[in-house]
């Protein structure tokens, strides 16, 4: 998964010059939208994770303001936009890669497709939305032959001070709560859980404010170096798309790929 090219224009209303289409397996992926939209005058409207291949059409339907994020996987994100029946009519078109995607970037891809077409989980239906002054992050932790982990692991850009921590898991309809005294980076606290599988942990301070959230993946000893590897090299790569392209959805995506990565492993709490 490596950065490579230059920036192209985000948008290309039809009439320029014509964009060859590439395979179906370098299609990106429609991400948000408002308004409905279309490929290639299909009548079906795009949805959240529609395959959306290099050099395809897009039109909106005629509605004040419509506008979609596609994503490709070259580490392009572009944004189209429209304010008129004209220019949402004529549409645009999605332009080609800069270069062929690595194997593992379109693993990437198919991953994060195939985790939103699944049932969404405890872990993934947050309570509230996340506030600006809360931390997000996620992490992968080695689950210890006593189904400890180090908290280090997973809370390392936690300041030190006196925490309720709430842990759930995807099996678990309300959260456990237990209090915690936090001591930094170097903190050797470790955190029992009951197996291996996907957590949601908050850290809330001591007048009652989030201060963050983590998604954790707990893995077993034997599984930990490949999943962490998987995990870390997905990491690299959307932070480098990112820093081309800002505007990447970084953490849901890395939470997602997390989600196929815990379906990796038959010992998952949820089927506990």
Not at 19 to 34: F, K, N, P, V, Y
Not at 58 to 70: G, Q, R, Y
Not at 238 to 247: D, K, M, Q, S
Request: contains cysteine; aromatic residues 6%; proline residues 7%.
């Amino acid at each position: 998964m490596h950065l490579r090219g230059w920036l192209v224009a985000a948008s290309l209303i039809v009439g320029c010059t014509p964009i060859h289409a590439q395979t179906a397996a370098d299609s990106g992926m429609a991400w948000e939208a408002q308004g409905n939209w279309h490929l290639n005058h299909e009548r079906q409207s795009i949805q959240r994770g529609d395959a959306v291949p290099p050099g395809a059409l897009l039109t909106a339907d005629v509605i004040v303001k419509a506008s979609i994020v596609i994503l490709l996987p070259d580490g392009q994100r572009l944004l189209f936009d429209c304010h008129d029946a004209h220019t949402c009519s004529q549409g645009f078109r999605v332009p080609a890669l800069m270069a062929k995607p690595d194997t593992d970037d379109l693993d990437l891809f198919n991953a994060v497709r195939q985790a939103i077409n699944q049932p969404h989980s405890s872990v993934e239906t947050a309570p509230e939305p996340l506030a600006s002054t809360t931390t997000e992050a996620e992490a992968v932790a080695r689950l210890e032959n006593d189904e400890n982990i180090l908290l280090k692991q997973s809370l390392a850009g936690l300041p030190p001070g006196q925490y309720t921590l709430t842990v759930q898991s995807n099996d678990q309809a309300q959260p456990s709560k237990r209090q915690l005294t936090w001591s930094g980076s170097l903190d050797t606290g470790r955190l029992t859980l009951p197996g291996p599988g996907l957590y949601r942990l908050r850290l809330f301070g001591s007048l009652g404010g989030e201060r963050m959230r983590v998604v954790l993946l707990a893995v077993p000893s034997t599984s930990f170096p490949t999943t962490l590897k998987a995990f870390t090299d997905a990491r690299k790569t959307l932070a480098e798309w990112n820093e081309t392209f800002p505007g990447w959805p970084v953490h849901e995506w890395l939470q997602l790929y997390l989600k196929i990565l815990s379906g990796a492993h038959p010992d998952d709490n949820s089927s506990q």
